[in-house]
C-alpha cells in the first residue's frame, strides 16, 4: 500500500471513528434535567415551512403536538422558534398563524423570529423566557432532532425536559427516519465545531 492508500485509509478510519462517537453521544444524549412535569412555557423548536408559507409535516407534527401538549396542562404558553432559513418565510410565525388556527390564543403565543440553527432557538427560546422570569420549559421537536437538542440545552440555566413529536403519516415516518442519518452528521458538526465556535449567550 503506497501512502496515498495509507492516507485514505487513515481518513476513513478517523470518519468512522468520529461517526462513532457521535452515534454513542446522540444515545447517551439527556432528556431532561429536572423531574417537573408541569413547565412556564412549550418550546417548539423551528424547521422550514414550503416555498408556498404553509407549513410542511414535520412542523406540522411539531405543532399539533405542542398544541396537544398546552391542553393536557403541561405549560401555559408555547414559545415558537425559527427564523427564515430555507426560503422567504419565517418558520416561527408560519407555527404561529397554525397554532392559532389549532385554538391557541395569541395571548399565549411568543414568535423568536431570528434563530437560524438549533443552538439559536435554544439560547433566544431562553433569552424570552429569561425576560419574562420563566425558568422552566418543555422542549418539543422530531425525535431524530432531540438527542441534538438535549446536548444543547443541557447548557443552558434551566430546568427542561424534552418530548417527541409523533409523525402524522407512513411518509412523515419515512421522512424522519432519513432525517436520523442527517442529525447524526449534525451532531457531530455540533460536537467537534459549532459548540465551541457557535457561542450564544441567553
Same mark, same amino acid.
Given at each position: #500500500?503506497? $501512502?496515498?492508500?495509507?492516507?485514505?485509509?487513515?481518513?476513513?478510519?478517523?470518519?468512522?471513528? =468520529?461517526?462513532? $462517537?457521535?452515534?454513542?453521544? !446522540?444515545?447517551?444524549?439527556?432528556?431532561?434535567?429536572?423531574?417537573?412535569? !408541569?413547565?412556564?412555557?412549550?418550546? %417548539?423548536?423551528?424547521?422550514?415551512?414550503?416555498?408556498?408559507?404553509?407549513?410542511?409535516?414535520?412542523?406540522?407534527?411539531?405543532?399539533?403536538?405542542?398544541? !396537544?401538549?398546552?391542553?393536557? *396542562?403541561?405549560?401555559?404558553?408555547?414559545? &415558537?422558534?425559527?427564523?427564515?432559513?430555507?426560503?422567504?418565510? %419565517?418558520?416561527?410565525?408560519? #407555527?404561529?398563524?397554525?397554532?392559532?388556527? &389549532? *385554538?391557541?390564543?395569541?395571548?399565549? +403565543?411568543?414568535?423568536?423570529?431570528?434563530?437560524?440553527?438549533?443552538?439559536?432557538?435554544?439560547?433566544?427560546?431562553? !433569552?424570552? #423566557?429569561?425576560?419574562?422570569?420563566?425558568?422552566?420549559?418543555?422542549?418539543?421537536?422530531?425525535?431524530?432532532? =432531540?438527542?441534538?437538542?438535549?446536548?444543547?440545552?443541557?447548557?443552558?440555566?434551566?430546568? $427542561?425536559?424534552?418530548?417527541?413529536?409523533?409523525?402524522?403519516?407512513?411518509?412523515?415516518?419515512?421522512?424522519?427516519? *432519513?432525517?436520523?442519518?442527517?442529525?447524526?452528521?449534525?451532531?457531530?458538526?455540533?460536537? +467537534?465545531?459549532?459548540?465551541?465556535?457557535?457561542?450564544?449567550?441567553?
Amino acid at each position: #500500500m503506497g $501512502w496515498r492508500g495509507r492516507v485514505t485509509l487513515a481518513a476513513i478510519v478517523v470518519f468512522v471513528a =468520529l461517526l462513532t $462517537w457521535a452515534t454513542i453521544a !446522540r444515545f447517551l444524549a439527556p432528556t431532561a434535567n429536572t423531574s417537573l412535569t !408541569r413547565f412556564d412555557a412549550i418550546i %417548539v423548536l423551528g424547521t422550514n415551512a414550503d416555498d408556498d408559507g404553509n407549513p410542511t409535516p414535520d412542523q406540522l407534527s411539531r405543532l399539533t403536538e405542542a398544541v !396537544r401538549e398546552y391542553e393536557r *396542562g403541561v405549560a401555559p404558553r408555547l414559545i &415558537l422558534t425559527g427564523g427564515a432559513v430555507a426560503n422567504e418565510y %419565517v418558520e416561527a410565525r408560519v #407555527m404561529a398563524r397554525s397554532a392559532e388556527a &389549532l *385554538g391557541i390564543p395569541a395571548s399565549a +403565543i411568543s414568535i423568536e423570529p431570528n434563530a437560524r440553527d438549533t443552538i439559536q432557538n435554544a439560547c433566544y427560546s431562553v !433569552r424570552i #423566557m429569561k425576560e419574562h422570569g420563566w425558568t422552566s420549559a418543555e422542549v418539543i421537536s422530531a425525535p431524530s432532532h =432531540l438527542p441534538r437538542a438535549g446536548l444543547i440545552f443541557d447548557r443552558l440555566p434551566i430546568q $427542561w425536559r424534552t418530548h417527541a413529536a409523533p409523525p402524522l403519516s407512513p411518509e412523515s415516518s419515512a421522512y424522519l427516519r *432519513g432525517a436520523a442519518s442527517v442529525e447524526t452528521l449534525k451532531s457531530l458538526r455540533y460536537l +467537534i465545531w459549532a459548540r465551541w465556535a457557535e457561542q450564544c449567550t441567553p
